[in-house]
């Protein structure tokens, strides 16, 4: 036994060796052989905006380079894709944008983003064409933007209005008997609502209902626009299914032309006076993007805007391109606030909230900033809950219609077994010293005190969180509550309500932070740059993410979904200022 317990450890450390030996070997080629390739653009060349690579704002900063070259973000980020986007309209070796067969995680105001990009990119003479083998809602909202839209012959069209579905546990609680404890203030905090019913509150129905005509509304506005459609037609077509095979959508006008991709580069070789037996010249939007990065202008000023990219749920801690965390970000502010060529600083959030303690840290933070330079927040897909927190104290909040904000409240959630594991034989007895010595354990039922005295946390966060939105919006506390208490609005309702100031993107709000900074001539620069060690950068190995490719496979992704959904409950402590739920729009 003990000879086989020897060969047994001979082959695994042999096995580990060659993995370590061949992940040094690759790891030093990409560190000193990646960027020895320059990206080239060859005369008469088409862009094929391809983003399923693409899904933050921002693909991060390390300072660890092995750790750069291994992070989740990549090299570049859809504020990356929109510069360069912006960058082709006077590059003459670029004759238009291909968007093919896109598919993308993208939300709905980052499609916004970059379909603003691609609207004014058409204004240089450049074409957009488009094509897919079938279309979403949200690609199509995104290529709808193109001069000329295909459509594979038997391809599929989705055109029919957004749904939202939400899960609720109450039955599931009570014959498991594990019970989720809640405590809440806002009467729409409808994130808690799935623990304590079988369905949707009214308050809740209202708000989902109010946000997703909100959302709607904005997406027929740009499909109307672009394809010369009335909103009132657009809508008969979505209630009536009628564009739902490609000979209905052409019949009505949403797509242009049903043909085969080879036919949809045949088109733009003609375009591009090519002949049909050649290949054309074509660059993915990735590299594009690198090479505009590399290599951009500069200019004779010294003056910077600083732009801050709080993107993903908030969580104390350094947080990193998927997560806030009051380190980095704070760390940011500072070194902006301190450096005398940032004028003003845009803070870009994506983010549905998260811990509320955290999200006070960076308010602070950017209070003390404020009396040093001007702060212009730029809402993504989400600036709710405590993303809202964070915002509510800037100078001034741009957000996108579809921009999905408010949600000003606060829950707190606390798992508890009691039942399940007197079902299955185990009883809990506490001994103390004094009467509330204990810590709260999921194994005993929680008592009234207990809840008494942490309602009395949520409720102190709450009051603390409406008078933050009060002083920056210069509103009343009483007027705050009233448009509070945990409800979701989108950025149009936003605006009407005094929630944010104007409407636009990333672009508006740098300009606006260059006119309060009184500069007309600056470069812009990113942060965070996240602190990272070797101990993080061993989690991206390939072999560390094998177990979450494997279970994703196994489970199915809608199973991995709910599992993960599961997780961020358990993972999350204190008392959290978070979107009311996760909306999946369709």
């Known amino acids: 036994m003990r000879f086989l317990g020897n060969v047994l450890a001979t082959i695994v450390g042999l096995f580990v060796f060659i993995m370590l030996f061949v992940f040094g070997i690759v790891l030093i080629g990409m560190l000193f052989g990646g960027e020895s390739d320059e990206i080239s653009v060859k005369s008469n060349s088409v862009i094929e905006l391809k983003l399923d690579e693409i899904k933050n704002d921002y693909a991060g900063k390390y300072n660890n380079p092995w750790v750069t070259e291994f992070s989740k973000g990549g090299k570049v980020g859809l504020s990356d894709v929109i510069n360069a986007i912006e960058a082709a309209k006077t590059d003459s070796d670029i004759k238009g944008i291909s968007i093919l067969n896109d598919e993308s995680e993208l939300g709905m105001a980052q499609r916004k983003a970059l379909r603003n990009a691609l609207e004014d990119f058409k204004k240089s003479g450049k074409f957009v064409m488009a094509y897919a083998n079938s279309y979403s809602q949200k690609e199509y909202y995104l290529n709808s933007v193109a001069n000329t839209i295909y459509i594979n ?33 806002g009467k729409y905090k409808s994130a808690v609502e799935p623990f304590l019913e079988n369905g949707m509150s009214d308050a809740n129905r209202e708000q989902t209902i109010s946000l997703l005509n909100a959302v709607w509304s904005s997406v027929l506005a740009d499909i109307s626009k672009s394809r010369n459609i009335s909103v009132a037609k657009l809508n008969e077509i979505a209630s009536g299914l009628l564009a739902r095979t490609p000979e209905m959508a052409k019949s009505e006008k949403l797509v242009d032309v049903i043909a085969y991709e080879d036919e949809y580069h045949d088109a733009i070789r003609k375009i591009l006076k090519v002949d049909k037996d050649e290949d054309y010249n074509k660059i993915a939007i990735l590299d594009y993007a690198q090479k505009v990065a590399t290599t951009s202008e500069s200019n004779d000023s010294n003056d910077k805007i600083a732009i801050i990219y709080a993107q993903g749920e908030i969580m104390s801690g350094e947080g990193d391109i998927n997560t806030i965390g009051e380190i980095s970000m704070n760390r940011s502010l500072i070194e902006a606030r301190k450096d005398k060529d940032v004028k003003a600083i845009v803070l870009r959030i994506n983010s549905p909230g998260g811990n509320a303690l955290t999200s006070d840290l960076i308010w602070r933070e950017i209070e003390l900033t404020k009396k040093v330079k001007p702060v212009v927040v730029s809402m993504g897909n989400y600036a709710a809950s405590g993303g809202y927190y964070i915002a509510c104290n800037a100078n001034k909040i741009f957000a996108e219609n579809n921009t999905i904000t408010g ?88 605006l009407k309500i005094g929630l944010v100031d104007k409407i636009g993107g990333l672009d508006a709000a740098i300009k606006e932070a260059a006119l309060l900074g009184k500069t007309k001539k600056y470069s812009t620069q990113n942060f965070p740059e996240f602190e990272k060690d070797m101990s993080d950068l061993l989690k991206n190995f390939p072999f560390a993410k094998s177990k979450e490719s494997f279970i994703k496979e196994e489970l199915g992704e809608e199973t991995y979904r709910l599992m993960q959904q599961i997780k961020k409950v358990q993972a999350r402590k204190g008392v959290q200022a978070m979107m009311p739920f996760e909306i999946n729009i369709q």
């Open 153 to 185: 012959p038997v391809g599929d069209f989705d055109f029919k209005g957004l749904s939202a579905e939400l899960m609720f546990f109450k039955d599931l609680q009570e014959k498991s008997g594990v019970k989720m404890e809640v405590i809440r203030h």
């Open 407 to 494: 949600s000003i409240g606060v829950f707190g959630i606390l798992p508890n077994f009691t039942q399940l594991a007197t079902k299955i034989g185990i009883h809990t007895e506490q001994v103390k010293t004094n009467e509330n010595a204990s810590e709260y354990s999921p194994f005993v039922p929680m008592d009234e005190k207990f809840k008494a005295v942490t309602l009395e946390s949520v409720e102190k966060v709450y009051k603390t969180f409406i008078s933050h939105v009060a002083k920056g919006r210069k509103m009343t506390i009483a007027q705050v509550d009233s448009i509070g208490q945990g409800r979701v609005w989108s950025g149009s309702q936003a």
